[in-house]
């Protein structure tokens, strides 16, 4: 009899899993599968809206999986091998984790699997297509998303597989000390593994979990995606698919999405969405770094504020306290919701890099701490793109201009009265700067970075 191990990561479902299924494959008839996650120590640090939802994700597929999932808290170097040991099994099947982090963790699992003779098999990953996988003409990354989305759309992805039945799962009993590392005993549960003294997670997360994906799912193929071209930067309309929390989490793979989608504009423009994480994902493959590091050499050149002022406005664009009502709308909704809108989150985001001059890095970690979708590819490449140091083609010069767009996107002003009801009254602050000057300010200082950059200086400045 064999025994395999699923390790699950960022793929929290049953269905369309390809680890999951090769995991049952191998172990075969009569053959047992461990069902494992890992509660890693440095999952704590993340925002609490994130731990929630993951806690209640884990919850829901241990439901699917008969409550069998195993939960084990620790280092995953010691953990993974530990429990392969308990149970004798030499193949430890994974979703592929292209992030840095996700690299640099699975070589240490994988070099402290081979110390006790098992290995780790990487299948599939959380993108339609691997992530390193479309190339140029000439076998370089794309660096400008058309070309990419028409390479991406050209490749192609696989139709959506079902759970795997007749698997018999596997709960190894950790033993009387509870667990390995003297971390705590499994018999706690996700919610308690994944809590943090003082945690107040936003009191209108969504649903967690596989079942509530797909009646994301189901209720935007049911109609909003017909219209989804031409509503989808409209943030007081309930246009977008909020799908993604669950894209995050792997409840969902975007094959099941994209599966689904027919012809039509409104389909057509949310493949392209979907593109957009695919190509965040192939960015951040090829240039780990850029997680953190401005792709675009200027962007280590630009000069950004720091000290008490720039942490006084900081303090008013996160509290959204700004006095430009579109802006504020959006940092309550974070806060309230753990999710922003599209339109939004590039108009806050465009706000303080270029009204505030505050480093792109602090509004990015402020966004991963809250956003229940928080994702760095998606995010830091989001924050990259509008910052004017990303990816493409959206130069610095096009700084949003957050009344403007208040008045196209939120022309009946819905959005900002659910998020800023004292918006017009005497009661909310006047604008903290003057946008007309900070753009001003924003276009002079990448002049000085794009110079310093061409005359090869060393790097940034404070
Ligand atoms: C500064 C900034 C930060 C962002 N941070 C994140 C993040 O941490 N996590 C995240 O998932 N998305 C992020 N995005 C992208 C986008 O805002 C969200 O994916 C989208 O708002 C999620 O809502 P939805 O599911 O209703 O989107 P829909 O409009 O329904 O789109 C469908 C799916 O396509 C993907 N998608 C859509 N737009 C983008 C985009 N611009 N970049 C990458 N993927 C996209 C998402 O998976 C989304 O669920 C960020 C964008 C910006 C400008």
């Not at 794309?142 to 039945?165: I, K, N, S």
């Not at 909003?224 to 309309?237: I, K, N, Q, S």
């Not at 962007?299 to 664009?317: K, N, Q, S």
């Not at 918006?423 to 006047?430: D, E, K």
């Amino acid at each position: 009899m064999t025994a395999t191990i699923a390790w699950f990561r960022r793929d929290l479902r049953v269905a369309d899993q390809p680890a999951l299924r090769a995991a049952v494959d191998e172990a075969g008839p009569g053959g047992e599968v461990v069902p494992l996650f890992v509660v890693d120590p440095r999952l704590l640090a993340t925002g609490a809206n994130r731990r929630h939802f993951l806690a209640g994700c884990l919850e829901e597929l241990s439901g699917a999986l008969g409550g069998r999932l195993a939960l084990r808290a620790g280092p995953p170097e010691l953990v993974v091998p530990r429990v392969a040991a308990e149970v004798g099994a030499t193949r430890v099947f994974v979703t592929g984790d292209g992030t840095g982090f996700g690299r640099r963790r699975d070589a240490a699992v994988e070099r402290a699997l081979a110390r006790v003779g098992a290995s780790l098999v990487p299948v599939s990953s959380p993108y339609a297509v691997p992530p390193g996988r479309v190339r140029t003409g000439t076998g370089t990354p794309y660096r400008v998303f058309t070309p990419f989305l028409r390479a991406w759309l050209g490749h192609g992805w696989r139709p959506p597989q079902p759970a795997p039945d007749g698997a018999r799962w596997l709960v190894p009993d950790p033993g009387p000390d509870g667990g390995p590392d003297d971390g705590p005993p499994a018999v706690l549960g996700p919610g308690d593994l994944l809590a943090r003294p003082g945690d107040a997670p936003a009191e209108d997360l969504p649903v967690p979990g596989e079942p509530a994906g797909h009646r994301a799912l189901e209720a935007f193929l049911d109609g909003p995606v017909e219209a989804y071209a031409a509503l989808r930067d409209l943030p007081g309309t309930p246009g977008t698919s909020r799908l993604s929390p669950y894209l995050r989490f792997g409840c969902l793979h975007p094959r099941q999405v994209l599966a689904r989608l027919g012809a039509g504009d409104g389909p057509a423009a949310f493949r392209g969405e979907l593109a957009w994480r695919e190509f965040a994902a192939d960015v951040l493959w090829h240039r780990p770094d850029s997680a953190w590091r401005p792709l675009a050499p200027a962007g280590a050149h630009l000069r950004c504020d720091a000290g008490p002022v720039a942490d006084e406005r900081f303090a008013r664009w996160s509290s959204g306290t700004t006095g430009f009502p579109l802006v504020d709308a959006g940092m309550r909704q974070l806060l309230a919701e753990g999710w922003m809108h599209n339109r939004v989150r590039m108009v806050a985001a465009s706000f303080l890099v270029k009204d505030l001059h505050v480093d792109w890095r602090r509004g990015a970690r402020w966004f991963l701490e809250h956003l229940v979708d928080g994702d760095v590819a998606s995010n830091n490449h989001g924050w990259q793109w509008v910052a004017g140091t990303g990816t493409d083609a959206a130069p610095f010069h096009r700084v949003f201009n957050p009344e403007a767009q208040r008045a196209r996107f939120d022309p009946d002003g819905g959005y900002v009265r659910r998020y800023v009801p004292e918006a017009g009254t005497a009661a909310y602050p006047p604008p903290m700067v003057d946008h007309g000057a900070e753009r001003a300010e924003a276009l002079a200082r990448w002049e000085d970075a794009r110079l310093a950059a061409r005359a090869g200086g060393g790097g940034a400045r404070a």
